[in-house]
Every structure is written in C-alpha cells, then in structure tokens.
C-alpha cells in the first residue's frame, strides 16, 4: 500500500508511526483522520521535550489513553532504548469505535514480539479527586502499585476539563522524579493547573499551540496548550 493510500482510509488500519518521539509504535488508528500521528506532526510542539523525558523515565500514567497513541508511542520509545517500560492507561471507554477499543486491552497479538518486554495496565476508569468505582485517585492507583513508587515516571493528562482534579488526586505524583504533562482545555483553566504544580516545587513550561511548518494549525474547539514540567539534566537532579 502507499503512502498516500494508507493516509486516506477511512477505517482503523494497522499503522507504523514513521516519524516523531513515537517512531516506529504499532498501533491501530484511523489514518484519514490520523496523518499528523502517523507522520509525527500530531502536537508537534510537544516533540523536543518528549523526546527528552522518554530517555528520563520508564513508568507511564497515561491519563485519558484515547485511542492508545500516546500509550503504545511510549512503550515503543522505552522498548527502542534498551528499558522495560510500565505503562497504567485509564480510559473510560470507547465503545463506539470497537476496533479501536480493542487495542485498550493490551496490544495485538501480531504486534506482541515488538512490545515483548512492556507491561500494560489498561483501566476503564475516569481519573479524579475522589474514588467511588467510576473515578479513581492517582494517588490511589499508586498505593494499589507499591512497586512503582519512587521510579522516574511521566504522567500525561488529556481529560478535556478535569485536569485539576486529576491534580489534586496526584499528591505523591506531584514530586519529582514524576514528570508531567497536562492538556489544558481552556484558558481558565491554566492558572489552577500552574498553581497547583507550582505548589509541588516543580518548574514549569507552557507550550502554546502552534501551527506545524507543513501542515498548518490543528484543529480544536477551544483553547488549548500544554503544561510540562522543567526537566533535569541527565546529570543533576530537580
């Protein structure tokens, strides 16, 4: 298949990210409307500093998995330096695209050679303040995983909106050597996010959004820009 044929179907496809931090994942997407993700554009703002904290960590707290991008990009990031990643995604569901749904399970068993070495936790779960059986703390998933506390890790947040109560159920994440990244929806909400890492003792960067070189600006319904934490040098500590 060519280039061009696999970026205009229609249907979820079997893809191979070709370029960007999560070069090389395998993953199940829709290409019509996943060019930017196959060809590494997808937020391309993001790029430089994703590069940079995936040679920093090798736990994964995917907040809001989506469509398994982010979760099977990292894993394959991790896997192509030579680390065993861990990986908790929650993700509430995605019942109306069942073929996409599938891969929040675990990877597909013709893809399961090129992630040997991974493990994948998926949680159909909202994250939150509070705990109740739909909604779970972060702090809760932690105390249910003793054995991840205190490794590098990253936690990336893109919960549309909720973003400062996933903050305030993350108190032991908050601290260093955790590295955030937050979606921020909405200009509002950006100062509760910033205070609240802030808080924490952590540097952070606001990353705006911006149109790629190529293919212009995304798309999106409201304002939108990313909250990261200010890495360390791989020689020093924050």
Same mark, same amino acid.
């Given at each position: 298949?060519?280039?061009?044929?696999?970026?205009?179907?229609?249907?979820?496809?079997?893809?191979?990210? #070709?370029?960007?931090?999560?070069?090389?994942? =395998? #993953?199940?997407?829709?290409?019509?409307?996943?060019?930017?993700?196959?060809?590494? @554009?997808?937020?391309?703002?993001?790029?430089?500093?994703?590069?940079?904290?995936?040679?920093?960590?090798?736990?994964?707290?995917?907040?809001?998995?989506?469509?398994?991008?982010?979760?099977?990009?990292?894993?394959? @990031?991790?896997?192509?330096?030579?680390?065993?990643?861990?990986?908790?995604?929650?993700?509430?569901?995605?019942?109306?695209?069942?073929?996409?749904?599938?891969?929040?399970?675990?990877?597909?068993?013709?893809?399961?050679?090129?992630?040997?070495?991974?493990?994948?936790?998926?949680?159909?779960?909202?994250?939150?303040?509070?705990?109740?059986?739909?909604?779970?703390?972060?702090?809760?998933?932690?105390?249910?995983?003793?054995?991840?506390?205190?490794?590098? @890790?990253?936690?990336?947040?893109?919960?549309?909106?909720?973003?400062?109560?996933? #903050?305030?159920? @993350?108190?032991?994440?908050?601290?260093?050597?955790?590295?955030?990244?937050?979606?921020?929806?909405?200009?509002?909400? #950006?100062?509760?996010?910033?205070?609240?890492? =802030?808080?924490?003792?952590?540097?952070?960067?606001?990353?705006?959004?911006?149109?790629?070189?190529?293919?212009?600006?995304?798309?999106?319904?409201?304002?939108?820009?990313?909250?990261?934490? =200010?890495?360390?040098?791989?020689?020093?500590?924050?």
């Amino acid at each position: 298949m060519t280039l061009l044929a696999l970026l205009t179907k229609q249907t979820p496809t079997p893809v191979t990210i #070709l370029a960007g931090p999560f070069r090389g994942a =395998r #993953l199940i997407l829709n290409p019509a409307h996943s060019k930017r993700k196959i060809l590494g @554009a997808y937020e391309h703002v993001l790029n430089p500093w994703l590069k940079a904290a995936l040679r920093q960590v090798d736990v994964i707290w995917d907040v809001g998995a989506n469509d398994g991008y982010f979760t099977y990009g990292c894993a394959a @990031a991790i896997l192509g330096q030579g680390r065993h990643p861990h990986i908790v995604a929650f993700e509430p569901g995605m019942d109306d695209t069942p073929s996409l749904a599938e891969q929040l399970t675990g990877p597909a068993q013709r893809w399961a050679a090129a992630y040997a070495g991974a493990t994948f936790e998926f949680l159909p779960l909202y994250v939150g303040a509070r705990n109740d059986g739909v909604t779970i703390t972060l702090d809760a998933a932690l105390d249910a995983r003793p054995a991840l506390a205190g490794r590098a @890790a990253l936690v990336k947040v893109d919960v549309e909106g909720a973003e400062v109560d996933v #903050l305030d159920g @993350a108190r032991r994440l908050l601290t260093a050597p955790v590295q955030w990244l937050v979606e921020v929806h909405g200009e509002h909400l #950006l100062e509760p996010v910033l205070s609240r890492l =802030r808080a924490a003792g952590r540097t952070v960067d606001v990353h705006p959004l911006r149109p790629h070189w190529l293919f212009g600006p995304e798309a999106r319904t409201i304002p939108t820009c990313w909250v990261t934490t =200010r890495l360390p040098s791989p020689t020093s500590s924050e």
